[in-house]
């Protein structure tokens, strides 16, 4: 669970060196005589790019902000086609939408993830990008879709809006895929409020990233701001000195939220893992989860109903699954015009599971009593 769980003292001093010896300069360039030297945006995308093991980076203004400027990096135009999964929040498929091109989203395997199998029945000739989702902390099959990726050529995007310290293959999640999105909203495990990242393999699909960001801006040093280069328009998605100071803090405390993390979901599963009739996600072979929340399922619908009406009662709750699906799965999604005449019933298997599926968050203050009360919820709906 979040970043905001910790948020203390570091952060603030952080915000308050800005002001003390940054002349209070809130904005990423320039204003060279006043800020004294100090880029806390760029020397958080060079700190975060070390940690997570990438080589080029940009800072964003949020996780969805950073979706959007992934796909104008790889210039996807009006008409072409990106493929994501069913079960995702709003924010991947209204990124494919604000960049001209048509959403295809596919069922979900039992990883609760993209399935590779329908994502290749589902790319055609106009398919340029693929964006998979680390839905709730735990890896999508990254063996299969990055091996189909690369036989069509076509560029993967990871979003990490909820997988970032998550591994495959000893590689960190995000680091994979030719572009790594993440999120740092207030409910992420590193939280800036608001904020997001991006990782790139490519130097110059960053270079593209980070002038299409700041309004087709090239920044060259040598320039004034305002005698600046630019080759393409572009938007204003820019983090801010203050949301780059918050993320330094958290950075460092990342080591520690993610193995509390790790710690508290391993107690909870010691506690509830032996018992009958209900089905964990897959985690695939050779990855390491986020432990960002614990997903398993019940035979029917009513029950994964009650689970949460009862966990309610004392005073916890579920997340995503089964109450906030309407944000989360396609099927819902009426009102974004090139899906209005999608239904639940075109991801059947993706709705069936999702409906009597529970997600039950890690938080890193996890009360030591919360174990043996899911298992009695658990069995007492059973």
């Known amino acids: 669970m979040p970043g905001f769980e910790v948020i203390g003292k570091e952060e603030l001093q952080n915000l308050t060196k800005i002001f003390k010896y940054g002349g209070g300069v809130l904005f990423r360039f320039g204003f060279e005589k006043l800020r004294k030297n100090s880029y806390l945006v760029k020397k958080f995308e060079y700190k ?75 790319i055609s000739k106009k398919t340029k990008a693929v964006i998979v989702v680390h839905m709730l902390g735990v890896p999508a099959n990254l063996k299969e879709i990055k091996k189909i990726c690369k036989k069509k050529k076509i560029f993967l995007i990871e979003d990490t809006a909820w997988g970032i310290g998550g591994s495959f293959q000893k590689k960190y999640l995000g680091t994979i895929g030719d572009i790594g999105t993440f999120s740092f909203d207030f409910a992420k495990t590193l ?88 089905k964990y996600r897959t985690i695939p072979k050779d990855s390491i989860d986020a432990s960002e929340s614990i997903i398993f399922s019940f035979s029917e619908e009513s029950k994964a109903k009650l689970f949460r009406k009862k966990l309610l009662e ?10 906030a699906t309407t944000w989360h799965f396609a099927g819902h999604w009426k009102h974004i015009k090139s899906l209005d005449r999608n239904s639940v019933f075109d991801y059947p298997k993706s709705y069936e599971l999702l409906k009597r599926s529970v997600s039950i968050p890690v938080s890193f203050s996890m009360k030591r009593s919360f174990p043996k009360i899911l298992k009695n919820v658990i069995l007492n709906i059973l």
């Open 191 to 278: 939280t800036t409020g608001e904020g997001g990242m991006l990782l790139f393999k490519n130097k110059n699909i960053c270079k593209r990233a980070q002038a299409w960001h700041d309004h087709g801006h090239e920044n060259k040093p040598r320039l004034k701001r305002w005698e600046d280069t630019r080759r393409s328009s572009g938007f204003n998605f820019r983090m801010t000195e203050l949301q780059a100071a918050v993320g330094l803090a958290q950075l460092k405390k990342f080591d520690k939220i993610f193995l509390k993390h790790k710690k508290n979901k391993d107690k909870v599963l010691s506690v509830i893992k032996n018992i009958k009739h209900i």
């Open 48 to 122: 975060f790019r070390k940690k997570f093991g990438s080589k080029y980076s940009l800072a964003v203004s949020s996780g969805t902000a950073a979706l959007r400027v992934a796909l104008a990096s790889l210039d996807i135009k009006k008409n072409d086609e990106v493929i994501t999964q069913c079960f995702t929040f709003v924010a991947t498929v209204e990124a494919i939408v604000e960049s001209g091109a048509l959403p295809i989203c596919t069922e979900i395997d039992q990883t609760f993830n993209m399935c590779p199998k329908d994502l290749e029945k589902k």
């Open 314 to 323: 004392y005073k916890y709750s579920t997340k995503i699954l089964p109450e």
